[in-house]
């Protein structure tokens, strides 16, 4: 099973980029690696999915390395708003059709 | 962009009842689960639901728990005897399909019913 293992929290100031890493060693070749954000009191949200390389959407970027060991999600110029629970996820975890959430990254936003 | 819509938003009921959570997943969706999320913790994997019959449980997901797909939009989670330590935000989700063998599958969560077992 990949375990994930990203820092427990985050601090960071409006406008700064932040990049939070995930490691993902013992990854299996099937699996993808996907981030979901979660504000209080919310469902958790799909935010970015990527298998390698570098996959950008309106909302985040994703680095994968070529040996898929880890990843970074890069969040631009964050705001007040992205203060959020950051989860990454990058296993079936020993089944179908479940997605298992880890502890995540708790991002604080500062003026 | 299409939602997840759960009722009631809240829920308070006496150690002992049952409780019914209701949600009405993305109507083309095909794949439904339950999460739970006690406070300061994390999301916990309930069940997930395909083709009219359980996919896959997790081992919180006993004999006091059922779900349900009564008709052809709602999808619900029955507590026969609540606990205390039923006391959570239970999410409910969907996805459109899975691929087997992969993780790229993208699910949708509702905004949660919050259940307070006294």
């Known amino acids: 099973l990949a375990k994930t293992t990203q820092p427990i929290s985050m601090d960071s100031y409006e406008g700064q980029e932040v990049n939070i890493t995930c490691s993902h060693n013992?990854?299996?070749?099937?699996?993808?690696i996907t981030w979901y954000q979660q504000f209080p009191s919310q469902g958790p949200r799909f935010i970015i999915q990527?298998?390698?390389t570098k996959v950008t959407n309106e909302v985040a970027s994703l680095f994968i390395p070529a040996d898929r060991k880890s990843s970074t999600l890069s969040l631009p110029r964050v705001s007040l708003s992205d203060t959020a629970v950051y989860y990454c996820?990058?296993?079936?975890?020993?089944?179908?059709?479940?997605?298992?959430f880890g502890a995540g990254t708790r991002l604080a936003v500062h003026p | 962009e299409p939602e997840v819509t759960q009722t009631p938003s809240h829920q308070v009921t006496q150690m002992g009842q049952e409780v019914i959570l209701r949600c009405v997943p993305i109507?083309?969706?095909?794949?439904f689960y339950w999460y739970r999320q006690i406070l300061g913790q994390k999301v916990e994997f309930l069940v997930s639901?395909?083709?009219?019959?359980?996919?896959?449980k997790s081992e919180i997901f006993d004999d006091q728990f059922s779900v349900e797909r009564p008709d052809g939009s709602n999808f619900t989670l029955k507590i026969r005897s609540t606990k205390l330590e039923d006391s959570a935000m239970y999410f409910c989700?969907?996805?459109?399909?899975?691929?087997?063998?992969?993780?790229?599958?993208?699910?949708?969560f509702g905004s949660g019913t919050q259940l307070s077992v006294l």
């Open positions: 989700a969907s996805s459109e399909l899975w691929s087997q063998g992969t993780t790229n599958e993208k699910l949708f």
């Open positions: 013992n990854i299996a070749t099937n699996d993808y």
């Open positions: 109507s083309n969706h095909l794949y």
């Open positions: 990527g298998y390698k």
């Open positions: 639901f395909y083709n009219n019959e359980i996919s896959e």
């Open positions: 996820l990058a296993s079936l975890s020993g089944g179908y059709n479940k997605l298992i």
